[in-house]
């Protein structure tokens, strides 16, 4: 297997204990678990410099973990039957909402079950901007992230929305759980963000990043479980920028195991609601219709996952207080 890329990431203390596959699997969102499997059996990772194909193996803390990331083969991509809500459609878009698990377009160990073979099968139609893999894909979510999402379905669209994301003049909002209480009311962070120095597979914020501003607002604090509800809007789109700017600042986003939240530092409880999601929900969305030129804004309730925890924190917060 031709190698395209050699990644590296160190076990942390949170993660000691853990299976090499689980702990490559969510260092390395682009591939699934069983492909993650696939490749440990296969040769191409490495523990401390020693090459290893057992994918349950507990990890220790402190040790290095390599990834021999192989060259991409074609995909065969194909319409699925697979839910997913369009909230709005028309000849040139569909604003769909993308639910926490399902990826966005199809990569190795992702050659099925993402939102490109779901769109293949409900719209069909869509732009070929983005190749044959990320048909009408403007912008993305990450895996663990729900909300919504603008697909185009003629190139003329597609490269118009390009073009608006990339001159900022789109308005995007996310309701988003952090860990800790955000004492101010308001705020703004403006850090560049970049690839991290070793793991290169994540974001920091570094002075030689490029620009990224995050705007935020308290709606709740959950003085009793150390948790803050915010209303995010960003003004840039770099990868993972919300959950980047807010670790760096000492609140992780609840879920975000990858930039520092710790499962131990909340109740069991919302652990088992929150599953495999991070509690950060893309749920207002705004743009300029690419062939008609009207102002056009989306906004969706919380999913159930967000819903549940957000209502477990209500629920129990009240408790106490009576």
């Known amino acids: ?119 293949l099968h409900r719209i069909r139609e869509l732009s070929s901007v983005g190749g044959v893999e990320r048909p009408g894909i403007v912008h993305r979510l990450d895996k663990e992230t729900a909300g919504l999402l603008v697909v185009a379905k003629s190139d003329k669209a597609h490269r118009e929305l390009v073009k608006q994301f990339q001159e900022r003049k789109t308005e995007k909002h996310y309701k988003v759980l952090v860990k800790g209480i955000v004492r101010e009311e308001k705020g703004v962070i403006d850090k560049p963000i970049g690839r991290h120095p070793v793991d290169r597979k994540r974001f920091s914020a570094r002075e030689d990043g490029k620009e990224a501003i995050t705007e935020y607002r308290v709606l709740k604090r959950y003085e009793r479980f150390g948790i803050t509800l915010l209303d995010v809007k960003i003004h840039t789109g770099r990868t993972h920028q919300i959950r980047v700017h807010f670790s760096s600042i000492g609140h992780p986003v609840l879920g975000d195991t990858t930039y520092g939240f710790k499962k131990t530092s909340v109740p069991r409880e919302l652990i088992e609601l929150m599953g495999e999601c991070n509690m950060l929900v893309a749920y207002k969305l705004g743009f300029t219709h690419p062939t008609r030129g009207e102002e056009l804004l989306f906004e969706i309730p919380e999913p159930e996952t967000f819903r549940s925890v957000h209502r477990w924190l209500e629920e129990h917060s009240e408790r106490s207080a009576s």
């Open 1 to 119: 297997m031709e190698v395209s890329e050699v990644l590296e990431f160190k076990v942390g203390e949170d993660r000691k204990g853990e299976r090499l596959d689980r702990f490559l699997s969510s260092c390395y969102t682009d591939f699934s678990r069983s492909y993650i499997k696939k490749l440990i059996e296969g040769g191409n990772v490495l523990v401390d410099g020693k090459r290893v194909q057992k994918p349950s193996l507990r990890l220790k803390e402190g040790q290095s973990v390599t990834l021999l990331v192989p060259k991409p083969e074609p995909l065969d991509i194909k319409p699925e039957d697979i839910p997913i809500e369009v909230v709005y459609e028309d000849k040139d878009i569909a604003v769909v909402v993308k639910p926490c698990g399902l990826v966005v377009h199809p990569s190795p160990g992702y050659t099925s079950g993402t939102l490109v073979n779901a769109l």
